[in-house]
């Protein structure tokens, strides 16, 4: 009930609050209040608490609300789902939510299993006798009150302030007491933003409710990382166009492009995990594995393969594994996920959830791959590199350093014109360690997007990797080159 992806931070927060419908304090929360009393329609009848995540899960029929909670406040929560078919036999309900879905499993009688589509892992849920009495108060919306419910979402989810060097509580006290009862939301919104920005995280930001419609105000992002823009964009994909030797076979509205490079290399363009074609979850699969099939299938396959991130922000961690098991004939641990889970203690987490790459149904690759990637890559592109350091043969990374963040994000309502998103977990490597803030590093770093490149439409990330899967191909690559890709499988060693 988190979502993936709000880089290009509250853009796509306001994207999937507009998808799904904003959860309004009415007859559903209403129905969700009483849905812990007696009278059981199944075993996940009643009030169900998230490890983590600060939410509230009332099930009452074949209704599903939310309610964002910190140790003060209580707020019907933006997400609603409906029932869409007869529990299965495991007792899994299904809910809708616009294009998005997810499911609950009663695990005995007080404790369930969330796992939403399209996205990674699962959540655990413990049963509460009832909604606590805070949820039965009205909702106060002064602004101090809404200054509060800001300062303490994040005080009780946000994981990376010490890494930061951010002092949340001095924050509080500054900025506290410039509110006063006359504050307007203008005034509420550009304090939030102040005390935004200097997290630089593309996994924060806040969107403005305008109309019963959300809209984006302000998306964090890492200090010094580029910006996309429509003119980059265009000049990129020109300059990857001309190492082609052929033009793209374009899939996902454009979203995927398949090409072939010269002696026989793939090239695979992902600018987005999500948005390929309408409808839910399996659509969208298909719509991938429609583009992986056009570059997999066939005699003519790939001796080598680039996968290029570079101007992809995000989407569902579900694609990125599903392309990662297409490039693998074993199973691997992808990542573990952690989620914050005491609101009082920044350093207890969930129990860390492993994440596995299992190899798909459809036509593989295992031969040499290389992944392009930038400061533009973010969240699920990220995951996904993540994900493919796993892999055997070892895959090279080529460019430069990813946004540096991961967590799905959270979606919270301050009050009936705010939302925030924020991130809560981390996503471990196999030492421990998160590439969250700096990004994932490259093994070979390369100019990304410089004005010198475009201007000149070059592109030294895949030609740099096109040489060096020709190279790894013919059994031709240099000491240095082999010490590169032996190098870079150390870098999750040396994470924070």
């Not at 994207?15 to 996940?44: E, F, K, S």
């Not at 009495?133 to 002064?142: G, S, T």
């Not at 454009?254 to 010269?262: A, Q, T």
């Not at 429609?290 to 396959?301: E, I, K, N, Q, T």
Request: proline letters at 7%; charged letters at 25%; glycine letters at 12%.
């Amino acid at each position: 009930m988190t979502r993936r992806n709000i880089s290009r931070t509250a853009a796509a927060a306001v994207a999937l609050a507009a998808a799904v419908g904003l959860a309004a304090p009415g007859a559903a929360a209403a129905q969700g209040a009483t849905a812990a009393q007696g009278g059981r329609a199944n075993p996940l009848e009643g009030v169900w608490r998230l490890e983590g995540y600060g939410l509230l899960v009332a099930v009452s029929g074949s209704r599903l609300t939310t309610y964002d909670v910190t140790a003060h406040s209580c707020v019907p929560g933006w997400i609603t789902g409906t029932q869409t078919a007869a529990p299965g036999p495991d007792g899994t309900i299904r809910y809708e939510m616009g294009d998005n879905a997810l499911t609950l499993t009663p695990k005995g009688r007080n404790r369930a299993v969330e796992r939403e589509e399209g996205g990674v892992g699962s959540k655990s849920l413990d049963r509460l006798d009832a909604l606590p009495p805070l949820c039965a108060e009205p909702v106060p919306n002064d602004p101090l009150a809404v200054f509060d419910r800001f300062w303490e979402n994040f005080e009780e989810n946000y994981p990376f302030f010490a890494a930061k060097g951010i002092d949340w509580h001095a924050v509080r006290d500054e900025k506290r007491r410039t509110i006063t009862p006359t504050t307007t939301v203008d005034q509420l919104q550009d304090l939030f933003v102040d005390m935004l920005r200097p997290l630089g995280d593309a996994h924060t930001g806040l969107a403005r409710v305008v109309d019963g419609h959300p809209r984006s105000v302000f998306g964090g992002q890492r200090p010094g990382t580029t910006e996309e823009t429509e003119e980059l964009t265009a000049r990129a994909r020109q300059a990857s166009a001309a190492q082609l030797t052929g033009p793209e076979q374009l899939f996902a509205d454009g979203r995927l492009g398949v090409g072939r490079l010269p002696d026989g290399i793939g090239y695979f363009r992902v600018s987005s995990f999500g948005r390929y074609t309408e409808g839910g979850h399996q659509n969208q699969l298909a719509e991938l594995d429609r583009a992986l099939d056009a570059l997999l299938a066939g005699p003519d396959r790939p001796t080598g393969l680039v996968v290029d991130v570079r101007l992809n922000g995000g989407g569902s961690d579900a694609l990125g594994l599903h392309i990662a098991a297409r490039l693998t004939d074993r199973p691997y641990v992808a990542y573990r996920k952690v989620a914050r889970n005491d609101p009082a203690d920044p350093t207890r987490f969930t129990r860390p959830e492993p994440v596995t790459v299992r190899p798909s149904a459809g036509g593989h690759f295992t031969g040499p791959v290389a992944v392009l990637t930038s400061s533009i890559s973010t969240s699920a592109a990220e995951t996904f590199t993540q994900a493919m350091m796993g892999r055997s043969p070892k895959v090279l990374r080529v460019g430069e350093n990813t946004q540096g963040v991961f967590s799905d994000v959270m979606i919270k309502t301050l009050s009936p014109d705010l939302l925030v998103g924020l991130p809560n977990e981390k996503y471990l490597t196999r030492g421990g360690g998160t590439f969250d803030g700096p990004g994932i590093p490259p093994n070979v770093r390369t100019p990304v997007f410089t004005p010198d490149e475009l201007a000149g439409l070059r592109d030294s990330a895949l030609s740099t990797a096109r040489r060096m899967l020709t190279e790894d191909a013919r059994g031709t690559r240099d000491s240095q080159g082999a010490q590169d890709s032996r190098d870079s499988q150390s870098d999750e060693d040396r994470q924070r």
